[in-house]
């Protein structure tokens, strides 16, 4: 069965950086995009980055542009988020997503496969 294992959580101090990864399996992992997604506590999850299957493409939340950075290793079967910069606003909970498709989305409910989740605190 598919799985997604989010790791690289943790504390972390504003202007600091941070590399969140995503381990994937049981799936052709070249054919999936791939999404970031957070939940803050008592909010949304919200979009904050996505990956086209090739690693061509991108799209970024206003709020992270030039500050995150996704990739994509497709050998290693492995997504990443580095988040340069981070400000206190940036703590939640963090999702991977996949979905199989050329495309790239920002809406949650276009992905079918998701993580566990890994926490990140910014600290002020």
């Known amino acids: 069965q598919v799985q997604l294992v989010e790791s690289g959580g943790g504390l972390v101090q504003a202007g600091g950086s941070l590399r969140l990864s995503c381990a994937a399996s049981?799936?052709?992992?070249?054919?999936?995009?791939m999404g970031w997604f957070r939940q803050a506590a008592g909010k949304e999850r919200d979009f904050v980055a996505a990956i086209s299957r090739s690693g061509g493409g991108t799209e970024y939340a206003d709020s992270v542009k030039g500050r995150f950075t996704v990739s994509r290793d497709n050998a290693k079967n492995t997504v990443y988020l580095q988040m340069n910069i981070p400000i206190p606003e940036d703590t939640a909970a963090y999702y991977c997503?996949?979905?199989?498709?050329?495309?790239?989305?920002?809406?949650?409910?276009?992905?079918?496969?998701w993580g566990q989740g890994t926490q990140v605190t910014v600290s002020s």
């Open positions: 997503a996949a979905r199989r498709t050329f495309a790239i989305f920002r809406s949650p409910d276009e992905y079918n496969y």
């Open positions: 049981g799936l052709t992992f070249s054919t999936y995009a």
